[in-house]
């Protein structure tokens, strides 16, 4: 146990430095999509503890699987994570993330022999469900949203992918109510439900894989 614990402890120290390190360059490199350009230090100050807490509690849950699904796993977690800082931070969901993210999962689907048909049709029936939700609604969903629901399909298949969105929405709504109860959030506001998918999903990594 005390191997394992110190095992998470490198493994989520890594992944945080690491997984920070690629947040701050996309940051530099692509201003202009972000929502707070000159706020980046501010609302970054949280995000290496978050990193580091997610990375360390999903590491010593999943360590015990065999080697190569756990790194398929924490690869997941990796990405959630980055996604999740990114898209609370700047509501902002980077393609350089996304496109990764989607390739890994294919080649974890293949490695693990998941059913990769259900993952296919996961990916294109949830993207396309989500951009027909954001034409219908213009633009009450992003592009960037659509992309995530899409590349989720790939890691959860069917199944899972509906659960994932079924309690993200459900979780996303109770958090607007609050926020907007306590004034934090008007009716009209921009709210980003990518970081409610990424960590429904997390979850979903880590108990139900």
């Known amino acids: 146990m005390i191997l394992e614990i110190f095992s998470a402890v490198i493994i989520s120290a890594g992944l945080t430095f690491f997984g920070s390190k690629w947040i701050d360059f996309l940051y530099k490199m692509q201003n202009s999509p972000l929502s707070f350009p000159e706020e980046i230090l501010s609302r970054s100050k949280f995000r290496k503890y978050f990193l580091a807490i997610i990375f360390f509690v999903c590491a010593v849950i999943l360590i015990k699987l065999p ?14 994570g980055l996604i999740t800082c990114t898209d609370f931070e700047q509501y902002v969901i980077f393609d350089r993330m996304i ?32 951009l027909l939700i954001a034409i219908l609604t213009k633009g009450g969903i992003g592009g960037g949203d659509i992309k995530l629901v899409a590349v989720l399909g790939i890691w959860l298949g069917c199944e899972k992918l509906l659960n994932v969105v079924l309690f993200s929405c459900i979780f996303a709504g109770i958090c607007a109510v609050i926020l907007i109860l306590a004034n934090k959030k008007d009716r009209r506001d921009f709210f980003a439900y990518g970081p409610y998918f990424t960590l429904t999903a997390i979850f979903f990594v880590c108990f139900r894989n």
């Open 67 to 80: 080697p190569q699904q756990f790194f398929f796993m924490m690869s997941a977690v990796f990405f959630l």
């Open 99 to 130: 496109l990764p993210f989607a390739v890994v999962g294919i080649l974890a689907a293949i490695s693990l022999n998941f059913p990769l048909t259900d993952r296919i049709i996961a990916a294109v029936v949830g993207g396309g469900i989500f």
